[in-house]
């Protein structure tokens, strides 16, 4: 995209990034950017490896391959993949939410919050020691500490609740308080992992009235399957399917992108089976049978007989899984499709009429449609959402 | 083998038809159970071969008790323990509790007769009853004081609650004073009541500190941290033998040792977090317990300079600060400076307010802690330690100041512990002593600094009383020695409190910080750790 | 190399015990994922079955053959060791299930104090010393081998071919396996998961008082306090093997086994247990999750 845009308006820019679990290609070679102020959202399929990217931004995980650069508003900049974990947070300015959220369920929200400051706690405890003896810099400090807290539980609405332990909140309060405690670090990017998740209308459209409020001081990178939300409040939107990005720019343009469409709605078995024959790729119809999305499977309970599970489950740690992003990939068919379509424009002449219709009819309807599937995706949350990924991954 | 029994048969079932049926369950696992292990008893005769004696009496004993005790519970223990619960339609109100039915004025009333009467016949007990009923008559007696102070604290219980620090300090504070009025006033003598106060200042007051000090020391690293440690007692003995070594050998005094031993424990403490930063759960527990029995093998097998199971004798006393001095023989030997009677109890006392000193001190860094950002931290970690991650926290570095924090504690005890006793040697630093302060904790309420302080009082307190049951030898003979039942009860008692409340006398936490009011989180929210 | 061969020989005996207890470990951890501290303790019951009945054999008949004896023993053994370990888990388990992870460490800690001190009080707390059962020694190329030390082997290479059998081949191990997996699942889908955990204590009871007798057998004697080194050790074996995995446990307690008879022979006998300790912490900090245990996958 925009490769005129200078560096110093680009908050954060992912090369050439690659993720491999094994045989498993989670990412592959993903190369994007996101621009200071906005809202980029990344979205996808299940499993389209989006978390991973996260993963790999905050560091939870080393990519195999590729480089992410922070470019900070001082100017200093950062290589994400080379920071240790804690780090990124710490002094890149880099937070994060969970999908799974992950708050201390047994600290109250202050507390919440307050451990989210804990750096600019400990300078100013003196490491501890001078917070020991009761030195009042650190009084003072802890007392802005908490304002801010106070700030962001009255942005979050959550200032009531402040006293109770975040256990004890409803879920879609449960995700505003992850938001305000990871802004309660200071961040200069912030990441949210699909924070409308299992959230009501209601509630959804708070969200996007606090995120359109971080927006002014801070950048957010979003992961989001709700399609409303994401169309709304985003300024850019990159698109990924079986680790691979196959769609960049703004949310018009990507709503309008047949590959879009093919990822999210698919395009039925039949048409792919005789475009694929068509086009001769033996190899893509092979991968096509392989088993089940094992991410999905039992994988990762410590298993006692170790033996005789693993011959009936696939494990990501064994390397033995094949990669399945090239055949299953619904956009991937589509570039298949077209190419067809222009090799051999005999016997397609029918076809080539679908395509068209296929590219032009869905222009009005297939936003719609789409956002009304990944909606229903993910009200039902992961359970609900799961299927849809089986069926896309593992085709028997 | 199953007890349960099908559900219709239990809806028929009268719960005496069904406390008859387990009963006969009960006692025929007991016998299974016992037949061999009481029923025979290996004993050596003369010419050291093993041989069998038979017991069967007490075999048929045990197995009827547990069959009786059995009955007992289902028939009547269950229904009355569910019928506590129901609240009775008419009124609406819950039925009288066990403990408002247990504690009544009738009954505090006599017990004061009682304990009182008793008390004024002291001396001529033996006199007037004969030495068997005299054993009852003083075992009676502190029965009678006992539920005369349980009545009254039940009594205040709420103003106890809310004042409980400082009610507990000040109970502390007291404790010596009061013991040795007491006892004064009973002995008719002051040189009495201080000989006398022996036993309870040491044997009840100094170890039941240690125990508090050692579980506020663990807590630090299991309740807040939240990670398992099963080889607590590593630092206790390093503590114990830095002060040893180097009181014994350069004379140093314990107020410089003190410290150094603290540090020299969290030193030790950081160098066990190294290795087990990555671990998690039962890998890092058993690599805890694998470094508590490398500390303890190597103080046995060093012997040039642990001088191993031969102990290390000859550890210099604690001076009164440098002042006055404890021993006898010393110029300044506190009795003459203070122109008053020789008696050994001024030194227990004096240690016993020090180890008290050195408790107050725990807690009081403990709880600050708790509100500066690493007790935040290590609360955060034991919650969720991705998140943490996420939000900046180094977690390494946290884990190793948790380690550090404990062990620091745990040196400081042992220290205190070498001084103590005069003599250090590796039988004290065994892995049932990090069990039992393990215990202590979690029988407590992981990271509650006053339920561990009830725990080790009731499991400490407990078991040192049973040395004092020595009546019962009258009653099973001259070969029944109370103190052998000790840890048989004490390991019971762990099961029992455990079944009874899962989560410790104190389930719920304190927060560190409020906006509006102070609400104790349910322990339901709060997580143990996985490391 | 006749004393290398010779040590060998000896840390594959060790080794034979402590597997088979660091089964009983590994298994009740694969399936409630709790460290039943009492297994160490259970293993002594296991032993001083074996000693009653042994002694109870001496005082019944004249004579007994020695294999017929042991097989008495070993059977007797397993039946009330099971017995206990039962009880154990029915008493002091099975109401904390579900709860709290630290509870169910306790009441087995404090199993294992009650356990030994049960024993001490009831058995008395001296050594139980037994005249040798085998004594046949047979010496091929300068390395000597005991038939004692042959008995260990095969018995347990035999327990653990059955032992194999029966959770890779049978509905129960299905079950068991099932339940580690995932416990509420497997309950929904009709397995008793209360009578398969209960049936995994009786197994691994089974295995420690084989082992129990097997190591009577070896030393001649047993006391009230040895379940604690044997239990650790297992557990260490266990831990080093990979805790939940059943070859892990058997190669942990081979190592264990090696490593203290290497070290006693080569280096320090005071000091084996310390290297055994210290290989132990060597080990999980380059493989986190023991030899043969499956890495924890950090998802985030
Ligand atoms: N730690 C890991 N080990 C092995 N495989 C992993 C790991 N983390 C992720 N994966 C795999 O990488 C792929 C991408 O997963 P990821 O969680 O990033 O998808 P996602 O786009 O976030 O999907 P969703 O919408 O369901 O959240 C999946 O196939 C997943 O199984
Ligand atoms: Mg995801």
Redesign the pocket.
Known sequence: MNAQASADDLILQVEHLSMK?GG?V?IGDLSFQARRGEITALI?P???????VFNCITGFYKPTEGMITLNKRDGSTYLLERLPNHEIPARANVARTF?NIRLFSGMTLLENLLVAQHNKLMKASGYTFLGLFGFPSYRQASAESIDLARHWLEKADLVDRADDPAGDLPYGAQRRLEIARAMCTGPELLCLD?PAAGLNPRESAALNELLMDIKNSTSILL?E?DMSVVMQISDHVVV?EYGRKISDGNPQSVRTDPRVIAAYLGVDDEEVETVLTEVGDEDVIEQLDTGP???HGPGNSASMMAGPVSDTVEH??EGERVTVSKGASKAAQVDARSASVAGKPAPVAKKAAKVSTAKAAPKKTAAKAAAAKADSASKGK?AA?KPA?GKRGGRK | MAVTVSPERDVVATPVQRAFREALYAGAIALGLFVLFIGLRTDQNISNELILVRRWGLLALVVVLTAVGRFLYVAYAQPFAASLKVADVATGLLPESMATRFFRLPYFIAAIVIAFALLVLAGSLDGLLGPDLAGYARFLRALAIIYAVASVMFYFRSFIHAHFSALGVSALALYPVIVVLTLALYTGSVAGGFQGSLKWVDNFGIQILIYVMLAWGLNIVIGLAGLLDLGYVAFYAVGAYAYALLGTHFGLSFWILLPAAGCMAAFWGVMLGFPVLRLRGDYLAIVTLAFGEIIRLVLINWREVTNGSARISGIPKVSFFGLMSFNVSDPNYIAKVLNIATSSAYYKIFLYYLILGLCLLTAFVTIRLRRLPVGRAWEALREDEIACRSLGINTTTTKLTAFATGAMFGGFAGSFFAARQGFVSPESFVFLESAIVLAIVVLGGMGSLAGIAVAALVMIGGTEALRELDFLKRVFGPDFTPELYRMLLFGMAMVIVMLWKPRGFVGSREPTAFLKERKTVSGSFTKEGHG | MQYFVQQLINGLTLGSIYGLIAIGYTMVYGIIGMINFAHGDIFMVGAFTALIVFLILGALFYSVPVVVALLIMMIVGMLLTSLYNWTIEKVAYRPLRGSFRLAPLITAIGMSIALSNFVQVTQGPRNKPIPPLVSQVYTIDGISVSLKQIIIVLVTAVLLAIFWYLVNRTALGRAQRACEQDRKMAALLGVDVDRTISITFIMGAALAAVAGTLFLMYYGVVVFSDGFVPGVKAFTAAVLGGIGSLPGAVLGGLLIGFIESMWSAYFSIDYKDVAAFSILAIVLIFLPSGILGRPE?E?V
């Not at chain 1, 299940?46 to 991973?52: D, E, L, P, R």
Request: glycine content about 12%; cysteine-free.
């Open positions: 679990f498993l989670a996808g299940n499993g389209a490896g989006k978390t991973t999908q699909e992961i399957h990924l999305d094992a991410a990501a740690d992961q959402a990924a | 996958v998802k």
